[in-house]
């Protein structure tokens, strides 16, 4: 376990490269950063400050991250290769690495937009408010979107709405949403509370809740078996994926979290939030 100051500012996103061999990560004002996840030494830094930085994901030409608009910025050097449009409230590239969604790039509106190009594909107006979260089914399938106001499940290629659910607890706050690796389970977060929901149902088989402060991101790890959850409480806490009982619990000292992250080959994990540390664990595989 290690655990360094990367940052004087918080975190709020993170992402392990393919190989797990490097961690980005992003935040309010901050320029995106590639790091090595074992020593902590600084790999590159974007030009650009980010805006807020909840999304951040590895496509096969480069890292996605908000600077304004949407940027694909190249992994080998940070620099700039395209951006799509000035507005982008929050993104989810879809699995084959083809596509992106984005909401917010226009009248609040969430589309499909192809990555090589730039084109826009399908579009649609959500009643969600500002859509803080999108996830993709690994399948390519399925899209979830949460905001300050409704849930969705949408079909991916024609952004159709599947399932959609207003919550009171919303407007709180929802920053935690994850789509499970076979594409079974849904988790989102509403403040204190985190929702498990089966797709394409969206029925809702379980939920958990904290004592005080909210959830703030949630990762599955690979083989589906774990939901890993960061909070404003300063925890990682693990569940099962069979019960959806707490299997462990780590508090570092670090502060409040506000984001999670668990490398593809699921051998590593990485946590960061408010106090701009970043703690790497290894994991039990």
């Not at 399908?122 to 996830?135: D, F």
């Not at 207003?166 to 407007?171: E, M, P, T």
């Not at 078996?225 to 569940?239: H, I, P, Q, W």
Request: glycine residues 10%; neutral net charge.
């Amino acid at each position: 376990m290690l655990i360094w100051k990367a940052h004087s500012r918080p975190i709020d996103a993170l992402a392990f490269t393919p190989d797990g061999h490097a961690l980005a990560l992003s935040g309010y004002y901050l320029a995106c950063k590639l790091i090595d996840p074992i020593t902590g030494a600084r790999l590159w830094t974007a030009e650009t400050n980010s805006a807020v930085g909840l999304s951040l994901a590895f496509v096969p030409d480069g890292v996605l991250c908000r600077q304004g608009g949407l940027s694909v910025l190249d992994r080998n050097t940070g620099g700039e290769i395209r951006r799509f449009g000035d507005r982008c409230q929050s993104f989810a590239p879809a699995p084959d690495g083809r596509a992106v969604f984005v909401a917010g790039t226009r009248n609040d509106r969430l589309g499909r937009y192809d990555l090589s190009t730039g084109t826009a594909g399908a579009e649609v107006e959500l009643a969600s408010g500002a859509v803080n979260r999108l996830a993709a089914s690994s399948d390519g399938k399925w899209l979830a979107a949460v905001g300050c106001k409704r849930f969705y499940l949408l079909a991916a290629d024609t952004l159709e709405e599947r399932a959609s659910e207003s919550h009171r607890a919303l407007s709180s706050g929802s920053f935690a949403l994850a789509l499970s690796p076979d594409g079974r389970f849904l988790v989102y977060s509403a403040g204190r509370e985190m929702f498990v929901r089966e797709v394409p149902e969206c029925r809702e088989i379980a939920g958990v809740q904290l004592a005080a402060k909210p959830f703030m991101d949630a990762a599955f790890s690979p083989d589906g078996r774990s939901l890993f959850t960061a909070s404003k409480e300063g925890a990682v806490r693990v569940y099962s994926t069979t019960s959806w009982e707490l299997e462990k619990s780590f508090d570092w000292g670090i502060g409040p979290l506000r984001a999670i992250a668990v490398s593809p080959d699921g051998t590593r994990a990485a946590a960061a939030g408010d106090a701009g540390r970043v703690v790497v664990w290894d994991l039990e595989v």
